[in-house]
């Protein structure tokens, strides 16, 4: 996608032959592919908000955070995928320079914001294992709201800065972004400007805020195996291991593929490589999220089940009504429409 906006020069987006050819048979292939990913994602975790919020059996601090990752989850791929998808359909596509960095603002500040839920998401589970009998107080509702609060206003003000600065730096040719969207190391590959400071702080705020989660995350789940290992009894230890699997494989995809791309060392890595892994937290992860998440929970099966179940009655009543009506008119049910 070409960038434009003066002064700066036009930037495109350009994919590397090693990942996804020019040719528009396969362009159009991965256009489906991608689509099927993005609306899969969009109706799992649409569903995941609608079925929390209507079940008032889910209205647990657990599931309400869940709620809050899938909306964040909506967002983060929206922020992306739409573009992508339109430069699958045209040969070239064009991005102005301020929309290239709002892009790249929500994008980070998502990501950062579904760090800070899954971060409170263990802390949830810590407070459920290791000390259950504190846990209504511990997550109250009120707890759990300004805790929702602090994870997207913190998510939301990390990335600012870092954002500001992309802001202040000159672009060059050759224009193209060779991603799918504009992740920083891309532009400043096209900047004629010493990007050496920024890059510093940018560095430093995804080093904190990544590993700062992570640390947080796996300090929750040490106490939490600790606690498990001492249980006497081994259905309790299931037990306890089964509410915490679906987290900690959301956890372990998501924390590792963005410490290989943003808290790794100064290695350069194939472009094809860097676009695999972006894949994974950008598009697959928010699609994962759903299924991993109902898949394996009863508690959101059986809400599903009856929310399927009252919507069919409605229709069902519906038709009942309309045939009804039509008999007291006089005329067949079937013109009544």
């Known amino acids: 996608v070409k960038l434009y906006s003066t002064p700066y020069p036009p930037l495109s987006k350009k994919s590397s032959p090693t990942l996804f050819s020019n040719s528009p048979l396969l362009q159009l292939l991965f256009f489906s592919l991608f689509l099927l990913v993005y609306l899969l994602s969009l109706v799992g975790n649409g569903l995941i908000v609608l079925i929390v919020a209507l079940d008032g059996r889910l209205h647990t601090p657990m599931y309400f955070f869940i709620c809050n990752l899938s909306l964040v989850e ?63 107080l511990l997550l109250s509702p009120q707890t759990c709201g300004t805790l929702a609060g602090v994870c997207w206003c913190v998510g939301f003000l990390c990335p600012m800065f870092p954002s500001f600065l992309l802001t202040q730096i000159s672009f060059c040719t050759p224009n193209q972004i060779n991603h799918f969207f504009c992740d920083a190391d891309q532009i400043f590959r096209l900047s004629c400007t010493d990007t050496y400071a920024i890059q510093a702080v940018g560095y430093g705020f995804s080093t904190v805020i990544i590993l700062g989660a992570l640390v947080f995350t796996m300090a ?75 898949l394996r929970n009863k508690d959101v099966k059986e809400a599903l089940k009856v929310l399927v179940y009252h919507s069919s009655r409605k229709q069902s009543d519906g038709a009942t009504g309309k045939a009804e009506k039509a008999k007291l008119v006089g005329y067949p049910a079937e013109n009544n429409s």
């Open 74 to 136: 909506l967002w983060y791929t929206t922020v992306t995928v739409p573009k992508m998808l339109a430069n699958f359909l045209s040969s070239q596509g064009v991005i102005s320079v301020p929309s290239c960095i709002t892009q790249y603002y929500f994008f980070f500040s998502l990501a950062a914001t579904e760090l800070f839920f899954l971060t409170t998401m263990a802390y949830d589970r810590y407070a459920a294992i290791c000390r259950p009998l504190h846990y209504p």
């Open 220 to 294: 929750s789940y040490a106490h939490i195996l600790a606690t498990i290992l001492a249980m006497a009894s081994a259905a309790a230890r299931r037990k306890a291991f089964s509410t915490c699997t679906a987290h900690l494989s959301v956890v372990t995809i998501y924390f590792g593929t963005l410490i290989f791309m943003y808290v790794r060392p100064a290695v350069r890595y194939e472009s094809s490589i860097n676009k695999i892994v972006a894949i994974f937290y950008s598009v697959i992860t928010p699609l994962l999220n759903p299924l991993i998440y109902t």
